[in-house]
């Protein structure tokens, strides 16, 4: 392998055209100069320079390293400067949630990476617990969570709330227990979490959403209402998620007496710097939350 500092020593040899100035130029002795060039011949099996006395040219071989070395010289220049660089609008930032955050968020940064093109945004939709194993294990950058994590490396700050929301067909008013037992309940990955949350507080009657005969299932956050829309049941959502649905004339959201939100928790790998552009992603989630 060719020793960089060999290489500074020839180009700029190459380029200054005299060994002494070469050697005041880069605070080293003219035989330590020699000395460097000699090992770059040794390294490429060729003659580098024509010695004519105290003058020297680059042979041909010569020519060509130096055409090849001085790029490689330029970027090791400018590596220390790319690598303090820490641009707020230009890099991937690698976001996780679960899917009703994300029905919220993920429309409103590619907005954001609109506005700056060289910001890329990489969203994952995932649940709370798959989410801050990702935090931990450096797969992502930024998550967020309706629970705060239990794992040491994962920092997590209340950002909002969210709430949740029962959901009917559009024909149903004031929805009683017997209502919703006939309905029966469309099931999602976090139906018996949100539905016990919501439900335990205004229905005397739940105990666990097993009480409902199940009227289906889907784990596509975009599709779980599309069943309730058809009057195939109800279901509990968050209420972003309510909000992306595309026919929402069709359902009928319903604040209960006793409103229940989930805390929204944006979470870091506490290990790790947060740069520029991760900050500025956090800083729109908070607003756009």
Same mark, same amino acid.
């Given at each position: ?16 055209? @005299?060994? %002494? ?116 294990? @450096? ?128 979470? %870091? ?21």
């Amino acid at each position: 392998m060719i020793n960089p500092v060999w290489l500074r020593s020839f180009c700029t040899l190459a380029e200054v055209g @005299h060994f %002494t100035r070469t050697a005041q130029r880069l605070h080293m002795t003219q035989s330590g100069v020699s000395q460097h060039v000699r090992k770059l011949e040794e390294v490429v099996g060729k003659a580098l320079l024509v010695r004519q006395g105290k003058q020297f040219t680059l042979t041909e071989a010569g020519e060509r390293l130096y055409v090849e070395a001085r790029e490689i010289i330029n970027s090791l220049s400018n590596l220390e400067q790319r690598v303090l660089e820490d641009p707020p609008y230009e890099g991937i930032v690698r976001v996780m949630s679960p899917g009703s955050i994300g029905s919220r968020l993920y429309p409103r940064l590619l907005d954001l990476q609109q506005q700056h093109p060289k910001l890329i945004i990489d969203y994952r939709f995932a649940p709370n617990a798959d989410v801050e194993i990702a935090i931990a294990e @450096h797969r992502a950058d930024i998550g967020f969570t309706t629970i705060p994590s239990s794992l040491d490396d994962v920092s997590c700050k209340a950002v909002a709330e969210e709430a949740l929301l029962l959901l009917t067909p559009v024909d149903v008013g004031d929805p009683s227990w017997e209502q919703l037992q006939q309905l029966g309940f469309i099931d999602h990955p976090d139906g018996a979490h949100h539905a016990g949350l919501l439900l335990r507080p205004n229905y005397p009657e739940f105990q666990h959403k097993r009480q409902f005969k199940r009227a289906g299932f889907s784990n596509q956050i975009s599709l779980i209402l599309e069943p309730v829309s058809r009057g195939l049941g109800f279901t509990v959502l968050p209420a972003f998620a309510v909000e992306a649905f595309q026919k929402p004339e069709q359902i009928k959201a319903h604040r209960l007496s006793k409103p229940i939100s989930e805390i929204l928790y944006v979470c %870091t790998n506490s290990t790790r710097a947060i740069a520029k552009r991760m900050d500025i992603v956090i800083a729109e989630t908070k607003r756009l939350l």
